[in-house]
C-alpha cells in the first residue's frame, strides 16, 4: 500500500518585499490557494511581516512560518528573535538549517540541532533543510552530507519528539541558481534520505515523515518533481514572489 502523506510547499520568502507587498502577497495566496485541499501550503515572511501576513491568513488553510530562530528564550542577544516571540505573533512553522542560515550566516550542525530542539520545545512545526553543495555532489559525496546533516540535527530524538518535522532537501547548487535538480536526482536523494530517517527513526516514522524538494523550483518543473515517490513537496524560494507563479507550483501537484 502507498502511504499516505499530504503534500505540503512552502514558500520562503527570504529578504524580499515591503510590507505592503508582504500583505497583498499574503492575500494572494490565500485567495488562490485557501480551498485548494490537496496540498498543504505553508508560507514564510521576513520576521517583521510575519504579524500582519498572519492576520491576512487567519483562519484559512494557509501555514505561517518564520525562515528562523535563535535558541534563547530571552535576554540579550541583539538583532535576535526566539521561539516564543514567533508563537505569539502566530507562527506555526519554522525553517531550520536552510542554507542560507548554514553557508552565508555560518549556522553549524550543533547549532542546527540546538535551533530544531528549541523549535520542537516550543511547539513549532520544524522545517529541517539539509543539502550537499556543488563541490561535495563532484566528490560523491551527497548521500554521505545529507545523512551526516540529518544525523547532527536528529540524533537523540525519537520519532513521538518528532511527529510534525517535514525534511526539505535543498541541495545548495540548487537554490536561486536556475540549476533545478532532475525528477531523478531529487528521488534519488529523497529515497536515500527516507531510508536514513528510518534507521534513526524507525520504519513507521520515515514512512509517513514529509520530504519536499527546494532549488528553482518554477511551475515549468513543480509537477515532474511531484511526480517522484519520495518527493512529497517543495520549498519554493524566488518563484514563491509571485502568488500566480506559486499558485501554480502549488497546483502542479494535481497535474
Ligand atoms: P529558490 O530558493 O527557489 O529561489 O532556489 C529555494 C530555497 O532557498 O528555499
Given at each position: 500500500?502507498?502511504?499516505?502523506?499530504?503534500?505540503?510547499?512552502?514558500g520562503?520568502?527570504?529578504?524580499?518585499?515591503?510590507?505592503?507587498?508582504?500583505?497583498?502577497?499574503?492575500?494572494?495566496?490565500?485567495?488562490?490557494?485557501?480551498?485548494?485541499?490537496?496540498?498543504?501550503?505553508?508560507?514564510f515572511?521576513?520576521?517583521?511581516?510575519?504579524?500582519a501576513?498572519?492576520?491576512?491568513?487567519q483562519?484559512?488553510?494557509?501555514?505561517?512560518?518564520a525562515?528562523?530562530?535563535?535558541?534563547?528564550?530571552?535576554?540579550?542577544?541583539?538583532?535576535?528573535?526566539?521561539?516564543?516571540?514567533?508563537?505569539?505573533?502566530?507562527?506555526?512553522w519554522?525553517?531550520?538549517?536552510?542554507?542560507?542560515?548554514?553557508?552565508?550566516?555560518?549556522?553549524?550542525?550543533?547549532?542546527?540541532?540546538n535551533?530544531?530542539?528549541?523549535?520542537?520545545?516550543?511547539?513549532?512545526?520544524?522545517?529541517?533543510?539539509i543539502?550537499?553543495?556543488?563541490?561535495?555532489r563532484?566528490?560523491?559525496?551527497?548521500f554521505?552530507?545529507?545523512?551526516?546533516?540529518?544525523?547532527?540535527?536528529?540524533?537523540?530524538?525519537?520519532?513521538?519528539?518528532?511527529?510534525?518535522?517535514?525534511?526539505?532537501?535543498?541541495?545548495?547548487?540548487a537554490?536561486?541558481?536556475?540549476?533545478?535538480?532532475?525528477?531523478?536526482?531529487?528521488?534519488?536523494?529523497h529515497?536515500?534520505?527516507?531510508?536514513?530517517?528510518?534507521?534513526?527513526?524507525?520504519i513507521?516514522?520515515?514512512?509517513?515523515?514529509?520530504?519536499?524538494?527546494?532549488?528553482?523550483?518554477?511551475?515549468?518543473?513543480a509537477?515532474g518533481?511531484?511526480?517522484?515517490?519520495?518527493?512529497?513537496?517543495?520549498?519554493?524560494?524566488?518563484?514563491?514572489?509571485?502568488?500566480?507563479?506559486?499558485a501554480?507550483?502549488?497546483?502542479?501537484?494535481n497535474a
Amino acid at each position: 500500500m502507498t502511504p499516505k502523506r499530504k503534500p505540503v510547499v512552502g514558500g520562503n520568502w527570504k529578504m524580499h518585499l515591503t510590507l505592503a507587498e508582504a500583505q497583498e502577497l499574503g492575500s494572494e495566496v490565500r485567495n488562490r490557494l485557501n480551498s485548494y485541499a490537496a496540498v498543504q501550503t505553508l508560507v514564510f515572511p521576513p520576521f517583521p511581516f510575519l504579524h500582519a501576513v498572519g492576520q491576512r491568513l487567519q483562519d484559512s488553510a494557509i501555514g505561517l512560518g518564520a525562515q528562523d530562530l535563535h535558541v534563547e528564550k530571552k535576554g540579550a542577544f541583539t538583532g535576535a528573535v526566539s521561539a516564543e516571540m514567533l508563537v505569539s505573533v502566530g507562527c506555526k512553522w519554522v525553517l531550520v538549517g536552510h542554507s542560507e542560515r548554514r553557508h552565508v550566516f555560518g549556522d553549524g550542525d550543533d547549532l542546527v540541532a540546538n535551533k530544531l530542539r528549541v523549535a520542537l520545545a516550543a511547539g513549532l512545526k520544524p522545517v529541517l533543510c539539509i543539502g550537499e553543495r556543488l563541490q561535495e555532489r563532484q566528490a560523491g559525496d551527497t548521500f554521505a552530507v545529507n545523512r551526516r546533516q540529518l544525523r547532527a540535527a536528529l540524533h537523540g530524538l525519537s520519532a513521538s519528539d518528532v511527529q510534525d518535522l517535514v525534511v526539505a532537501y535543498e541541495p545548495v547548487w540548487a537554490i536561486g541558481t536556475g540549476l533545478v535538480a532532475t525528477p531523478e536526482q531529487a528521488q534519488e536523494v529523497h529515497a536515500d534520505v527516507r531510508s536514513a530517517i528510518g534507521e534513526l527513526l524507525g520504519i513507521a516514522f520515515a514512512t509517513q515523515v514529509r520530504i519536499q524538494y527546494g532549488g528553482s523550483v518554477k511551475p515549468e518543473t513543480a509537477a515532474g518533481l511531484f511526480g517522484k515517490a519520495d518527493v512529497d513537496g517543495l520549498l519554493v524560494g524566488g518563484a514563491s514572489l509571485k502568488a500566480e507563479e506559486f499558485a501554480a507550483i502549488v497546483r502542479a501537484r494535481n497535474a
